[in-house]
């Protein structure tokens, strides 16, 4: 019932930007705190970026902090994650999660604490 889609990734050149979507089905995204994640090949999960279920409060990783940002529309029940000043090591794919009420308080930067999760989008950044 619950799907998380993510759409956007693809070959950026560094320095570039890009802007990946969520588009949120089976949940409402202004009742769950919304995280992104990326993995590269053979690499553990890094936390990206997180805002809380009411929409005011955001937190990002630090290799990130200051690139990226991430924001909603309610009204299309999508969660976004823009993306500039890319790299080569922002290269990964790149993962939409969704964490509950029961959550809150928890780290929100560990992947462990999130209770939905989508398929992911690739990003390549080239040089």
């Known amino acids: 019932q619950v799907q998380l889609v993510e759409s956007g990734g693809g070959l950026v050149q560094a320095g570039g930007s890009l802007t990946l979507s969520c588009a949120a089905s089976?949940?409402?995204?202004?009742?769950?705190?919304m995280g992104w994640f990326r993995q590269a090949p053979g690499k553990e999960r890094e936390f990206v970026a997180a805002m809380r279920w009411s929409g005011g409060q955001t937190n990002y990783g630090d290799a990130v902090k200051g690139r990226f940002r991430i924001s909603r529309d309610t009204g299309k029940n999508t969660v976004y994650l823009q993306m500039s000043s890319l790299t080569p090591e922002d290269t990964a794919g790149y993962y939409c999660?969704?964490?509950?009420?029961?959550?809150?308080?928890?780290?929100?930067?560990?992947?462990?604490?999130?209770?939905?999760w989508g398929q992911g989008t690739q990003v390549t950044v080239s040089s």
């Open positions: 999660a969704a964490r509950s009420w029961s959550a809150s308080g928890r780290n929100y930067a560990s992947s462990g604490t999130y209770n939905y």
């Open positions: 089976g949940l409402t995204v202004n009742n769950y705190a």
